[in-house]
């Protein structure tokens, strides 16, 4: 499997309920970030999470890294409909260089 | 807030024709990126750019490909002959330091037909 490796491909929920993803990579990584993707728009910054931190908060996003595991995971609590869309996540691999890595992304969706 | 902006917002090409993608990065970000997302498909990382020169690049930035900044606030992704698997979304993105948060612009959708 390829760097950044988000499960489950596709997750819906109730509005209010927790949504979790989890993020799995290959590579030493420098840190890993989490992007949000509304259909056919942008990518948003939603947090990041250097190499050497376990754990991250901003607002209703909760991210932890698991560097012995190769791992991350985005919690969103209390979901909103709003929160419909795919999320990804992204390392930057330790090799020198300046490029980030993307996951093939969870596609979230909260219904009302 | 500042933010990257691309233009423009869609092309629509003949293949064999070459593109020239725009984007104004975040005015004080040093590092510069660009990224494309084939309808459904993930987001690959083409090229990043610091100092005035390539810092690294992917197998899919072959010598089709080429980068600019031509100005102070100006940087650019040029197609030589396009071919219709580069039909994708095109996004910049910059930063202010390499290994931190980059922020994206809308994306440039390329159609190549």
């Known amino acids: 499997s390829q760097q950044g490796e988000e499960d489950p491909q596709a997750l819906s929920i109730q509005e209010g309920e927790n949504a979790t993803m989890n993020c799995s990579y290959k590579?030493?990584?420098?840190?890993l970030q989490w992007y949000r993707q509304n259909s056919g728009r942008g990518l948003v910054h939603l947090i990041l999470?250097?190499?050497?931190?376990r754990e991250k908060h901003s607002g209703r996003l909760r991210v932890t890294l698991d560097t012995s595991k190769k791992s991350s995971s985005l919690l969103i609590t209390a979901s909103r409909a709003a929160d419909t869309a795919s999320y990804f996540c992204?390392?930057?691999?330790?090799?020198?260089?300046?490029?980030?890595?993307f996951g093939a992304g969870t596609r979230l969706f909260v219904k009302a | 807030e500042p933010e990257v902006t691309q233009t423009p917002s869609h092309q629509v090409t003949q293949m064999g024709q070459e593109v020239i993608l725009r984007c104004v990065p975040i005015?004080?970000?040093?590092?510069f990126y660009w990224y494309r997302q084939i309808l459904g498909q993930k987001v690959e990382f083409l090229v990043s750019?610091?100092?005035?020169?390539?810092?690294?690049k992917s197998e899919i930035f072959d010598d089709q490909f080429s980068v600019e900044r031509p100005d102070g606030s100006n940087f650019t992704l040029k197609i030589r002959s396009t071919k219709l698997e580069d039909s994708a979304m095109y996004f910049c993105?910059?930063?202010?330091?390499?290994?931190?948060?980059?922020?994206f612009g809308q994306g440039t959708r390329l159609t190549v037909v």
């Open positions: 005015s004080n970000h040093l590092y």
């Open positions: 993105a910059s930063g202010s330091l390499g290994y931190n948060e980059a922020f």
């Open positions: 992204a390392t930057e691999p330790n090799t020198g260089g300046f490029k980030t890595i």
């Open positions: 750019f610091y100092n005035n020169e390539i810092s690294e």
């Open positions: 999470i250097r190499s050497n931190e």
């Open positions: 590579t030493s990584i420098n840190n």
